[in-house]
């Protein structure tokens, strides 16, 4: 059984810094791309931020220059860096990845409990 345990998220005031991670858990032969999304109270759930196993990485234009994403292959362990936080960025933080499970064929997605990130003064 696949498992992704995020953890960091907390209440911080505007400007502040955090960082997200997520660790993900179980008989993993590679995990290809992690995602993270966020969903704010009354908003559909958005992709913030995407990285693949060669590295590339995407963002949502909201969020340029602020978040930064990272992965820990040995780790198996995706990090969300923020800066700059704005109260618009309170949500609960969710991870995603697509992997490939040891002994099967087929790649599957799996998502995590969510972290929520609450930016007030």
């Known amino acids: 059984q696949v498992q992704l345990v995020e953890s960091g998220g907390v209440l911080v005031q505007p400007g502040a810094s955090l960082r997200l991670s997520c660790a993900v858990a179980?008989?993993?032969?590679?995990?290809?791309?992690m995602v993270w999304y966020r969903q704010a109270p009354g908003k559909e759930r958005e992709l913030v931020a995407r990285?693949?196993?060669?590295?590339?990485?995407n963002y949502a234009d909201s969020v340029k220059c602020r978040l930064t994403i990272s992965r820990d292959n040995a780790k198996s362990t995706v990090y969300l860096q923020m800066n700059s936080l704005k109260p618009e960025d309170t949500a609960v933080y969710y991870c995603?990845?697509?992997?490939?499970?040891?002994?099967?064929?087929?790649?599957?997605?799996?998502w995590g409990q969510g972290t929520q990130v609450t930016v007030s003064s």
């Open positions: 995603n990845a697509n992997l490939l499970e040891r002994g099967r064929f087929r790649t599957s997605e799996y």
């Open positions: 179980g008989n993993i032969f590679r995990i290809n791309v």
């Open positions: 990285i693949t196993n060669s590295g590339t990485m």
